[in-house]
């Protein structure tokens, strides 16, 4: 894949995620609209939703009908071009619901074996975050900003984030998660995607979650990678499946998160294997 | 006081809240600016926050010089009017070092007995909020949108805030809020001054927050009011000096809560002598 071919990637991605800001954002703040996925527990789902992955989807028929899709709403449709979209519409949909603007829409490019492409982007605010082998940056208004993670090396200096407490297992998994936030400076919940995309800028040192799918995170290694951070799994691990992941400023502070973790591995959801090329 | 004058405390109060934000904005997302307060423990201010405020107290200071002030970061300067005002400069300071939206300016006019005009200003996201006997609104961009709770009377139905779980006590007040989030069909940190302007947009349902100072609340309590809402302490008393506070959306839910948080009351902590009037 060229240079070139990898900007009209990311020109893409930037049109699909407006392509679903104009169905998603009439939605925002009108709570009418939500619905419930499932009627056990609570995972709201909007009509937004659906219509911003469908708006998408409609967008890569036309311009990419070889590639592949994943998407949080609407499932996998295999591609055959070796390609796959990885979409979340609305990643932090609990923010959407509850009228916080720190929900955005993810979309990444998956090659078969790591994503190349992604944007996070947050309409109401109006800043959008891309990243791809030709770097990272961030869109607001008609200001291009490169963005840079900083130099935090400690713990003790580190700022943590992750969407919610509750995300991790009782047991282990908690323990493993309170036991770096014991250690961190500062400890910020509610964060959603937005949480990635500050480490990027270089606001946050940390992010530390589990039970993520890989439309949470595809979209996002690549802005995190291309800022300098790492994004792994607990293990160490390759991370575009999801489960449970963590995304660093620099590598002395993965080290030093790691060692709090690896008491609480567990195993690492699978991709499509459709998804992945030899 | 009249209906006019009500009006103009609303037009100072945006003033006052829009000098602030061009003093505060340059600084968003610059942490090298960022100093520690207190040695001890980890309680960020920056020079942002210190220029914000003192940005309001000059225009205070010709524009009502006999009013008194009470400021997060400046303290208490007592008028002779019988007015103060209540400022806190940066609202969810760990938000903003953070580098995310969700802090806020907040400007709050008490008249002796009760706040009466409060103001919640977000220049990043471009949202201010405002309350005063005339009525609660939301501004953004030329739009002025009316602000009105939303009629959720089950806890099992409701969206609790709050800004962080570390800010409860561990015991009895951890626990009591714990009793309530248990209840709740979604609660969400990472909040701050937001959440109570969400509730008054009816966006969520219940905040329930506890060690907070006057000058985080006084601006939001006539915000909450106007739309409609119930603004106290866990004991159901004058929420106007901070300490353990609850916004709910309705009566309902406010007494559903509060039977959870009546085995955890501390004694609330008192404003200054002379700011209230006989």
Redo the contacts between chains.
Sequence with gaps: VTSAERNEDVELALRLVDAAAQFILPYF?C?ETVENKLSAG?D?VTVADKGGEQAIRTMLQTERPDDGILGEELGYRPGTSGSTWVLDPIDGT??F??????WGTLVGLYDGHRARVGVMNQP??GERFVGSPEGAFCLRSSKKTPLRV?NVETLEQA?L?AT???MFRPGPEANAFRAVAEQC???????DC?AYC?LA????DLVIEANVQAYDVQALIPIVEAAGGIFTTWAGDDPHAGGQVIAAANPRLHELALRHLNGAIQPAPKLPAAMRRP
């Excluded at 800028?201 to 946050?204: D, L, R, S």
């Design positions: 703040r709570l609570f709201p609990r923010a619901i509850s009228g916080l603007p720190t109401f605010v900083r700022t984030c919610d407490p509750a400076r500062l400890t910020r919940f509610g964060t937005y500050l800028m270089g606001q946050v």
